[in-house]
């Protein structure tokens, strides 16, 4: 029966003989072994872009508000990595100083992600207090929006792996760290091609001014009707008041000028008094 070998043998077109190694004719073709000096030399790794600068220099625009052009400042740097650190502690700091509460390895890791797009046209756009914070850049985009927050799925080559982890982790670890604060991160398609990636946490109430405690002062119930009175009245003087509580007017100016000592209510000139700010807080405490 004919073997497997036998017909492999018999298949074989026939060809000019092989010359063996040495033996003159056109040269072997030579496979350097794996890890070899000779194969890392054929392997293709796309340099690193060099820093951008001048116009093309990534860029920081604060929003103070929306109906107000925003502040804009550039960031150069003599290298990536440089400006890997200058560009996350800067847009950082931009966020906090308008209230913001965006933890920094989030922005870091957004920063680091923009060497994907050789930092093309980049612009960190901070607003709402500092809440949200939009990352946009005219790189190759993102073609899987989904997957790209899924550990593991990177486009990292050999020498970004030099300035980053590149195995697929930075995006979900931010992704990860918003949602403990109850914020968002997404990816969008940016304008003219690249990406826009956005992060927001809740926009934070406006913190109410804080109101100057009311003076601790003791009042007799006379002395609280007396205020009330000229809290009604807008101002009063002895005779008014004295009409109004039953009282004698000598007794009412004694009264006032009491009140008068305890910078409660302050005299308008001709002979009447009105409350000052320290009698009204008195009396919202009171009432």
Same mark, same amino acid.
């Given at each position: 029966?004919?073997?497997?070998?036998?017909?492999?043998?018999?298949?074989?077109?026939?060809?000019?003989?092989?010359?063996?190694?040495?033996?003159?004719?056109?040269?072997?073709?030579?496979?350097?072994?794996?890890?070899?000096?000779?194969?890392?030399?054929?392997?293709?790794?796309?340099?690193?872009?060099?820093?951008?600068?001048?116009?093309?220099?990534?860029?920081?625009?604060?929003?103070?508000?929306?109906?107000?052009?925003?502040?804009?400042?550039?960031?150069?740097?003599?290298?990536?990595?440089?400006?890997?650190?200058?560009?996350?502690?800067?847009?950082?700091?931009?966020?906090?100083? +308008?209230?913001? =509460?965006?933890?920094?390895?989030?922005? =870091?890791?957004?920063?680091?992600?923009?060497?994907?797009?050789?930092?093309?046209?980049?612009?960190?756009?901070?607003?709402?207090?500092? +809440?949200?914070?939009?990352?946009?850049?005219?790189?190759?985009?993102?073609?899987?929006?989904?997957?790209?927050?899924?550990?593991?799925?990177?486009?990292?080559?050999?020498?970004?792996?030099?300035?980053?982890?590149?195995?697929?982790?930075?995006?979900?670890?931010?992704?990860?760290?918003?949602?403990?604060?109850?914020?968002?991160?997404?990816?969008?398609?940016?304008?003219?091609?690249?990406?826009?990636?956005?992060?927001?946490?809740?926009?934070?109430?406006?913190?109410?001014?804080?109101?100057?405690?009311?003076?601790?002062?003791?009042?007799?119930?006379? +002395?609280?009707?007396?205020?009330?009175?000229?809290?009604?009245?807008?101002?009063?003087?002895?005779?008014?008041?004295?009409?109004?509580?039953?009282?004698?007017?000598?007794?009412?100016?004694?009264?006032?000028?009491?009140?008068? +000592?305890?910078?409660?209510?302050?005299?308008?000139?001709?002979?009447?008094?009105?409350?000052?700010?320290?009698?009204?807080?008195?009396?919202?405490?009171?009432?």
């Amino acid at each position: 029966m004919e073997s497997f070998l036998d017909r492999l043998l018999a298949e074989r077109p026939l060809s000019a003989p092989v010359t063996p190694p040495g033996a003159g004719g056109a040269p072997e073709a030579r496979v350097a072994p794996v890890g070899s000096a000779s194969a890392a030399a054929d392997v293709r790794v796309s340099p690193l872009p060099d820093a951008p600068t001048g116009l093309e220099a990534p860029r920081i625009a604060v929003y103070d508000t929306l109906t107000s052009p925003p502040r804009v400042v550039a960031i150069e740097e003599e290298d990536l990595p440089a400006l890997i650190s200058s560009l996350a502690e800067k847009s950082y700091h931009s966020c906090r100083e +308008q209230g913001g =509460q965006v933890p920094f390895t989030v922005i =870091q890791e957004l920063i680091e992600n923009l060497l994907h797009a050789a930092f093309r046209d980049v612009v960190v756009t901070v607003l709402d207090n500092g +809440q949200t914070i939009r990352i946009s850049d005219h790189g190759p985009g993102v073609d899987e929006k989904e997957r790209v927050f899924l550990p593991g799925f990177t486009t990292a080559t050999a020498e970004q792996r030099r300035l980053i982890r590149g195995v697929g982790s930075g995006l979900p670890i931010a992704r990860e760290a918003l949602h403990f604060l109850r914020g968002v991160l997404t990816v969008e398609d940016n304008l003219g091609g690249g990406a826009v990636f956005t992060i927001t946490l809740p926009t934070r109430p406006p913190e109410e001014p804080t109101r100057p405690a009311a003076p601790e002062v003791k009042l007799t119930t006379r +002395q609280t009707k007396v205020l009330v009175l000229l809290m009604e009245l807008g101002s009063a003087g002895p005779k008014a008041l004295a009409r109004e509580l039953g009282i004698s007017p000598a007794t009412a100016f004694r009264e006032l000028n009491l009140l008068e +000592q305890k910078r409660l209510i302050h005299s308008l000139g001709d002979g009447k008094r009105a409350l000052r700010e320290g009698g009204l807080r008195l009396l919202d405490s009171i009432l």
